[in-house]
């Protein structure tokens, strides 16, 4: 029925805005780039795209990502017709472009996000999909949609990089069917994981090998924990770019149950990635307004990192780790 509404609702619309989560990755920003294009090839429209912060280098090679704006290029005082929320879990993942969303006519949210609650005209939410390419793939071919070569790049680079280049629990049979069809429709598979795996450079490198020395663990090693503060990216010269899998490499390691990565976003303000091989981290995150998936989540809490992490751990033994 929603797929039904969101064809009705596009035909209507004259202008259409469609807004990524802040910190983009490569799940928001191909989904964002690929239902542009669909949108466009099917009923003529040009949706404008924006982002909240900066695009990592890792995306640049996507095509039309020179096409998007940042919040700041936008007229506040502009009222779209439909504003679509691709990837975004919670509305304060879109900080101040929330205005444009409320003002919106027709809202529409589509992701894959369990902890997803952002009210809207059309929701369509799959918590059970390993991303929201995926689940953009579905809209498409429920509504009969054409693709081509670089919608399939947009919805491949989706999924490859939501499911951690198809190593992690959300990758499913039909996520490997699809991934199929759209290597089938053009996606290049090397090239797309050259682009987004192996173009790091190499302060990048050092920086990640630097948090990875820096690591605390608790609870004979079971909690991996790392803090990065500001200083410490602007150190090697880095962007918000920089912490990109490191929460991964932790986890990665054969004791660890559950990782945790804090970026310092003010004094006494940090962000926090989690990730775990059994618990649900998305529930302990949920305490803190966060939320995700059950086996990778994040928040925002105050206080010193010292005693963040005590009440992280805490909440993670009482999982019984």
Not at 258 to 286: H, P, Q, Y
Request: proline fraction near 1%; aromatic fraction near 10%.
């Amino acid at each position: 029925m929603e797929f039904l509404k969101l064809d009705d609702s596009i035909k209507i619309s004259k202008n259409i805005l469609i807004i990524s989560h802040v910190n983009p990755d490569g799940d928001t920003l191909g989904s964002m780039l690929a239902l542009k294009e669909l949108i466009y090839k099917q009923y003529k429209r040009k949706p404008e795209m924006m982002v909240i912060s900066k695009i990592p280098k890792a995306y640049q090679f996507l095509k039309g990502v020179n096409d998007i704006k940042h919040l700041s290029q936008f007229d506040n005082s502009m009222i779209y017709d439909m504003v679509i929320l691709v990837d975004v879990a919670a509305l304060d993942r879109i900080f101040d472009a929330k205005i444009f969303y409320d003002k919106a006519k027709i809202k529409v949210v589509i992701d894959h996000h369990k902890t997803n609650d952002i009210k809207a005209n059309i929701r369509i939410v799959e918590s059970s999909a390993s991303s929201t390419g995926e689940v953009l793939f579905k809209v498409a071919e429920n509504h009969g949609w054409q693709f081509d070569e670089n919608i399939a790049e947009a919805i491949y680079t989706a999924i490859l990089t939501d499911t951690g280049g198809f190593r992690f629990d959300n990758t499913k049979e039909l996520t490997l069917k699809i991934a199929s069809k759209l290597v089938g429709m053009g996606a290049n598979p090397q090239l797309i994981y050259k682009n987004c795996y192996e173009q790091k450079s190499k302060n990048f490198v050092m920086f990640q090998a630097y948090c990875v020395n820096k690591a605390e663990y608790f609870n004979n090693n079971k909690i991996a924990s790392i803090t990065v503060y500001k200083k410490d990216i602007e150190k090697f010269g880095g962007g918000e770019d920089f912490t990109e899998g490191l929460v991964e490499m932790v986890r990665s390691i054969e004791t660890t149950e559950v990782a945790i990565v804090l970026k310092e976003i003010d004094k006494n303000l940090f962000k926090i990635s989690m990730r775990s091989k059994n618990i649900d981290v998305a529930e302990i995150c949920s305490i803190y307004n966060g939320g995700g998936h059950k086996y990778a989540a994040g928040c925002v809490i105050k206080g010193s990192a010292k005693d963040i992490i005590k009440k992280l751990t805490n909440e993670i033994q009482k999982q019984g780790i």
